[in-house]
Protein backbone atom coordinates (compact mmCIF):
# COMPACT_ATOMS: atom_id res chain seq x y z
CA UNK A 1 0.00 0.00 0.00
CA UNK A 2 1.72 3.29 -1.28
CA UNK A 3 1.65 6.18 1.56
CA UNK A 4 -0.79 8.56 1.32
CA UNK A 5 -0.49 11.04 -1.85
CA UNK A 6 0.75 14.42 -1.43
CA UNK A 7 0.22 14.32 2.32
CA UNK A 8 0.66 18.20 3.44
CA UNK A 9 0.91 16.36 6.97
CA UNK A 10 3.91 14.32 5.94
CA UNK A 11 5.64 17.36 4.57
CA UNK A 12 7.35 19.14 6.92
CA UNK A 13 7.29 22.38 5.02
CA UNK A 14 3.54 22.21 4.16
CA UNK A 15 3.13 20.39 7.94
CA UNK A 16 3.88 23.87 9.34
CA UNK A 17 6.95 25.96 8.23
CA UNK A 18 6.03 27.48 5.82
CA UNK A 19 2.66 27.86 6.94
CA UNK A 20 4.23 29.56 9.58
CA UNK A 21 6.69 32.13 8.02
CA UNK A 22 3.97 32.75 5.61
CA UNK A 23 1.52 33.88 8.36
CA UNK A 24 4.29 36.14 10.30
CA UNK A 25 5.18 37.44 6.99
CA UNK A 26 1.07 38.46 6.31
CA UNK A 27 1.97 41.15 9.01
CA UNK A 28 3.21 43.06 6.97
CA UNK A 29 2.15 44.71 3.56
CA UNK A 30 4.12 44.71 0.92
CA UNK A 31 4.43 46.47 -2.15
CA UNK A 32 7.00 45.89 -4.45
CA UNK A 33 9.37 42.33 -4.90
CA UNK A 34 11.91 43.73 -2.86
CA UNK A 35 9.65 44.52 0.29
CA UNK A 36 8.47 40.88 0.17
CA UNK A 37 11.63 39.39 -0.20
CA UNK A 38 12.82 41.61 2.86
CA UNK A 39 9.30 40.34 4.60
CA UNK A 40 9.89 36.77 3.70
CA UNK A 41 13.58 37.10 5.19
CA UNK A 42 12.30 38.86 8.28
CA UNK A 43 9.81 36.77 8.85
CA UNK A 44 12.26 33.22 8.32
CA UNK A 45 14.92 34.67 11.13
CA UNK A 46 12.15 35.55 13.73
CA UNK A 47 10.84 32.03 13.08
CA UNK A 48 10.65 30.51 16.87
CA UNK A 49 13.24 27.43 17.72
CA UNK A 50 9.87 26.32 19.85
CA UNK A 51 7.57 26.70 16.58
CA UNK A 52 9.94 24.14 14.75
CA UNK A 53 10.23 22.02 17.77
CA UNK A 54 6.59 21.56 17.49
CA UNK A 55 6.11 21.11 14.08
CA UNK A 56 8.89 18.38 14.04
CA UNK A 57 7.02 16.42 16.71
CA UNK A 58 3.57 16.78 14.85
CA UNK A 59 5.54 15.18 11.69
CA UNK A 60 6.80 12.16 13.48
CA UNK A 61 3.37 12.00 15.10
CA UNK A 62 1.75 11.49 11.40
CA UNK A 63 4.57 9.10 10.11
CA UNK A 64 3.75 7.08 13.33
CA UNK A 65 -0.16 7.72 12.65
CA UNK A 66 0.04 6.52 8.94
CA UNK A 67 2.27 3.54 9.96
CA UNK A 68 -0.35 2.25 12.44
CA UNK A 69 -3.19 2.32 9.66
CA UNK A 70 -0.78 0.32 7.26
CA UNK A 71 -0.51 3.35 5.04
CA UNK A 72 -3.95 4.30 4.60
CA UNK A 73 -4.85 8.27 4.35
CA UNK A 74 -8.08 7.99 7.04
CA UNK A 75 -5.37 8.16 9.86
CA UNK A 76 -6.17 10.99 12.99
CA UNK A 77 -3.11 13.02 13.66
CA UNK A 78 -2.47 12.68 17.41
CA UNK A 79 -2.64 15.85 19.77
CA UNK A 80 -0.12 16.70 22.58
CA UNK A 81 0.22 19.15 24.98
CA UNK A 82 3.83 20.68 23.40
CA UNK A 83 3.23 23.53 25.95
CA UNK A 84 2.93 21.84 28.90
CA UNK A 85 5.36 19.23 28.16
CA UNK A 86 8.04 22.10 27.48
CA UNK A 87 7.15 23.82 30.88
CA UNK A 88 7.75 20.24 32.97
CA UNK A 89 10.78 19.85 30.51
CA UNK A 90 9.12 16.68 29.58
CA UNK A 91 8.70 17.78 26.00
CA UNK A 92 10.43 14.96 24.02
CA UNK A 93 13.08 15.01 21.04
CA UNK A 94 11.76 12.02 19.25
CA UNK A 95 8.51 10.09 19.22
CA UNK A 96 9.44 6.32 19.90
CA UNK A 97 7.66 3.37 17.85
CA UNK A 98 7.05 0.59 19.16
CA UNK A 99 9.23 -2.35 17.22
CA UNK A 100 6.37 -4.13 16.25
CA UNK A 101 4.89 -1.53 14.39
CA UNK A 102 8.22 -1.11 12.52
CA UNK A 103 8.10 -5.15 11.92
CA UNK A 104 4.80 -4.61 10.71
CA UNK A 105 5.44 -1.91 8.33
CA UNK A 106 8.36 -3.32 6.94
CA UNK A 107 6.04 -6.66 5.91
CA UNK A 108 3.62 -4.94 3.70
CA UNK A 109 6.49 -3.31 2.08
Do not use: W
Not at 5 to 29: T, V, W
Not at 50 to 70: A, G, R
Not at 78 to 107: E, F, Y
Request: hydrophobic share 40%; proline share 3%; net charge positive.
Amino acid sequence: MCQPLNSPDLNILDLGFLRAIQSLKYKEASKTIDDLVSGVEKAFNNFSVIKSDHIFLSLQLCMKSVLEEKGDNHYKIKHTSNDALRRRGRLPLQIRCDSQLVQNSLALL
